[in-house]
């Protein structure tokens, strides 16, 4: 089993940043793919950006390319998402995942969750 926990959400005023944190535990955190989602009101969950194991490659959702940047840190079994130029559009509860096997933007690549932080964007 993985635990994630993932920190660092509020309220944030349009055109700001917000860093987001997630704490892994439970497997070697170097065999993790790892992910974060979100989810609006009324809205499914979607992808947002994910990281390989290795930090070799990224992936972004178009919605927040050039915009936030996924990292990670094997050494602090930690997984970062940097949010710049935030928009109201961005608000949503932001899931941290993991994965031990593929990777890529689909919810069903991932196996492990968090409970998710929130983040307001306000206007």
């Known amino acids: 089993q993985v635990q994630l926990v993932e920190s660092g959400g509020g309220v944030v005023q349009a055109g700001g940043s917000q860093r987001l944190s997630c704490a892994a535990s439970?497997?070697?955190?170097?065999?993790?793919?790892m992910g974060w989602f979100r989810q609006a009101p009324g809205k499914e969950r979607e992808f947002v950006a994910a990281i390989r194991r290795s930090a070799t490659y990224t992936l972004y959702a178009d919605s927040v390319k050039g915009r936030f940047i996924i990292s990670r840190d094997n050494a602090k079994n930690m997984v970062y998402l940097q949010m710049n130029s935030l928009r109201p559009e961005d608000t949503a509860v932001y899931y941290c995942?993991?994965?031990?096997?593929?990777?890529?933007?689909?919810?069903?690549?991932?196996?492990?969750w968090g409970q998710g932080t929130q983040v307001t964007v306000s206007s």
């Open positions: 439970g497997r070697p955190f170097s065999s993790l793919h």
């Open positions: 995942a993991a994965s031990g096997g593929s990777w890529g933007g689909r919810t069903d690549q991932y196996d492990y």
